[in-house]
């Protein structure tokens, strides 16, 4: 039974999500690990900043002493792996960050770890997990038809997606050669609260909030298939919980959707809860694409389904009107960013 987590980028949208849920919902200790980028956010570990099973540690993936000592003195008895550069516009202005985190911060990680394993006592060795959390984008781009798996053949496109398939690729090693007890999770588009206003869900309604322009990149007939943050979390502790070390196993929402059709349902709400003379829809506006935009995302999360008995709850529906509603509650936190250092301009535009 694990009792004690690491979580490195505990301070992140799908990292902050997984902590309060550890606190909330069952009896684990918790640890993060986050450097605190642009991105972190300990307004949404706020709630658990103060419970007795909470630490932090504000320290580097790719520190290899802070993070043997965070190991050393925290005892987990799983690691899971949230700590990334996952913006992919941003890996076209800026890709050495990506390589940084996403690829030696993995690696250095592994190498402590396995240390660290092969230091336990028998139970504990037995018992331990190292999940590494990753993407569908290091799959590439899909056709219209078909989704992806867990033996779907690798293809990246973007720094991002390319840094993210490199990390996955050692963790892989890792096990195979040194029998480190890991799994990968390669999960679909997540949204909820708490998401840095970068991404297409929270950016275009704050956006519609303040007026401005919705940029759709393209003809907006890009698909991506959407998860809840939520979702993803209870797949995350079904997996430590009752996965199988050396697999692999892909989360989708089953939700799949063009980004055009995500910013008019977005519209559609917004329209219902603060009407504009004109409908928001009347703000979207077609931009020029991004460079190596995959076309179409789609995963079979069957293998989760079956395996370890996990299963989304919120439709796509339920749960993009519950995100827009919080994200109009909550315009005091995304205000402070639109205000400091991310304004929602573009990124990732090649000059």
Known sequence: MIERVLVTGGAGFIGSA????????????????????????????QSVSQHPRYAFVRADIGDPQAVRAALSDFQPDAVMNLAAESHVDRSIDGPEAFIQTNVVGTFVLLQAALDYWRAL??????????????????????????????????????????SKAS??????????????????????????????????????????????????YGNGANVRDWLHVDDHVRALMAVVARGRPGETYCIGGRSERTNLDVVRGICAIMDDLTPRAGGHGSLIAHVADRPGHDLRYALDPGKAMREVNWQSVETFESGLRKTVLWYLENRAWWERIRSGHYRGERLGVLV
């Open 18 to 45: 997984l902590i309060r849920h550890l606190i909330a919902e069952t009896r684990v200790s918790v640890l993060v690990l986050d450097k605190l980028t642009y991105a972190s956010n300990l307004d949404a570990l």
């Open 167 to 216: 990390s996955d690729h050692l963790v892989r090693a890792w096990h195979r050669t040194y029998g480190l007890p890991a799994m990968i999770t390669n999960a679909s588009n997540n949204y909820g609260p708490w998401q840095f206003p970068e991404k297409l869900i929270p950016l275009m309604i704050i956006n519609a909030l303040e007026g401005k322009p919705l940029p759709v």
């Open 121 to 162: 006592p028998a139970p504990a060795r037995e018992r331990f997990r190292l999940l590494h959390i990753s993407t569908d984008e290091v799959f590439g781009s899909l056709g219209a038809e078909g989704r992806f798996c867990e033996t779907t053949p690798y293809d990246p496109s973007s720094p991002y997606s390319a």
